[in-house]
């Protein structure tokens, strides 16, 4: 028997545990008689690094926003240092101690989920260590790049995964298991992520990779409720990055009897009416974080956002009417977004405040496939510009032939800070622990457990 060891690295946010190797393990156990084990060494770098913060998480509120303000200037400084000592050839900071992690369960395989460009540092070195043990090295995800793929020795998705460790016909009828997560993680009730569908059923946003090359697929329902009812918990995020209406209606049915909590993602579109929001929210969703964007219906239109500031406005309210908590996020300096725009973005806010319990604040990125990097002239990107790097795949800069520059973005940002924040009733670091605020909303619904 093989023991294939399934390890999510460093690093990210560690609220929740890894959505994509605990599914990887339930697919893959369902279908093959080897041993699947599960690591996840992000959680133990940080449970190593900041114990008290650790501790801070599960057990109190008090000073929450000098508490998270602290560690999130600390940890980025952390994350900053150990990518350098990546590109300058040394080892990132606890490398031996989350090796041995790896090496005392001598693995046959070694399989690194890397969902996020963040953790391609850390996933650089374990590679390049790996293959001097003579472990079989394989790498998965959205984020991995040409540089991981020259280290690893496969890389494979689930289908093929599994076909390399054991030639069988795929089962439908597996689910993530989350019991087998037995440490606790950086918040103050366990929440659990989880996905309804394979991607965004939209798919149309032109600033979005996401739905690349995947097919939609919506999960069986009673697999998802066999994963929730197996985890033991009553805290759950859906990741997905948009779900339907009438595939929400149909998750909040199933959930509701099991007396849970939870939080999604949405487009604020016109179908959210009062009537479907209190439905939701009596199912026990508390909070959603809308796709806001802009309130230029020309941006919004150029993005394909399928929404309108009039219909935004309505959606916010009816979402606070029905009990909703609501994060708006924005996305500013769409390339030839002008100084007006922008500034009328930040009015609808404060608008609409009365709705609005946090906001999500960002700046535009250029990603590749995506259909404004495939078609740039149509938003008025007149060059891109690509910059080699040691462990990511090149930084992409673009020139616009009109609106703010990417840095006039930045700066009017922070010029209007006062004015964005102005508008939170929640700390404004809960946009980095989403999950402490859901328990935050369950503690204030009084029905935490």
């Known amino acids: 028997m093989k023991k294939i060891l399934l390890v999510y690295l460093p690093f990210c946010t560690p609220a929740t545990p890894p959505y994509s190797i605990t599914a990887m393990q ?4 369902a279908n093959t008689s080897e041993r699947i084990d599960v690591l996840d060494l992000n959680l133990e770098f940080h449970m190593l690094k900041f114990p008290e913060f650790h501790k801070y998480c599960m057990n109190s509120v008090k000073n929450y926003s000098q508490e998270t303000k602290n560690y999130l200037k600390i940890s980025a400084q952390t994350y900053s240092y150990n990518n350098s000592q990546v590109v ?29 460009s963040s953790q391609a540092f850390y996933a650089r070195s374990m590679l390049q260590s790996l293959k001097k043990l003579n472990i079989v090295s394989v790498i998965g995800g959205p984020a991995i790049n040409s540089k991981l793929i020259e280290l690893a020795d496969h890389t494979f998705n689930e289908i093929e995964f599994l076909e390399f460790i054991n030639k069988v016909d795929k089962k439908i009828t597996w689910f993530p298991d989350f019991s087998i997560w037995k440490k606790e993680y950086f918040t103050p009730y366990p929440v659990i992520p989880l996905k309804t569908t394979s991607t965004c059923f939209y798919r149309g946003c032109a600033y979005c990779s996401h739905f690349s090359h995947t097919p939609y697929e919506e999960y069986d329902l009673d697999m998802l409720k066999k994963a929730i009812i197996k985890s033991g918990k009553k805290h759950f995020f859906l990741i997905d990055d948009m779900i339907s209406r009438q595939r ?18 949405l487009r604020p579109t016109k179908d959210y009416d009062f009537n479907t929001l209190k439905t939701l929210y009596e199912s026990g969703l508390l909070m959603i974080m809308w796709g806001v964007e802009s309130a230029s219906e020309r ?5 394909n956002k399928g929404t309108n500031p009039n219909d935004i406005s309505v959606v916010l309210k009816n979402s606070y009417d029905a009990g909703i908590s609501n994060v708006a996020y924005i996305l500013f300096g769409f390339p030839t977004e002008t100084q007006e725009e922008f500034m009328d973005t930040i009015s609808f806010l404060e608008e609409n405040g009365e709705y609005i319990d946090l906001v999500s604040p960002s700046v535009f990125g250029l990603q590749r496939n995506t259909p404004i990097y495939k078609n740039p ?13 040691t462990a990511l795949e090149p930084k992409i800069t673009y020139e616009i032939s009109s609106g703010l520059t990417k840095l006039e973005s930045v700066q009017l940002k922070k010029e209007n800070k006062k004015r964005i924040e102005a508008i939170n009733k929640y700390p404004k ?8 605020m859901l328990c935050r909303l369950s503690d204030e619904r009084g029905k935490h457990s």
């Open 299 to 303: 941006i919004l239109k150029l993005i």
């Open 26 to 29: 339930g697919f893959l156990q």
């Open 88 to 116: 300058e050839g040394n080892k990132p900071e606890l490398f031996e101690e989350l090796l041995e992690k790896i090496t005392v369960e001598k693995p046959d395989i070694v399989a690194f989920s890397i969902v996020y």
């Open 377 to 389: 002239k149509k938003y008025g990107i007149t060059n891109i510009i690509e910059e080699e790097r």
């Open 248 to 265: 929400l209606l149909q998750f909040a049915e199933m959930i509701k009897p099991l007396g849970c909590y939870w939080t999604c993602q």
């Open 429 to 436: 670091s809960m946009n980095f622990f989403r999950e402490h």
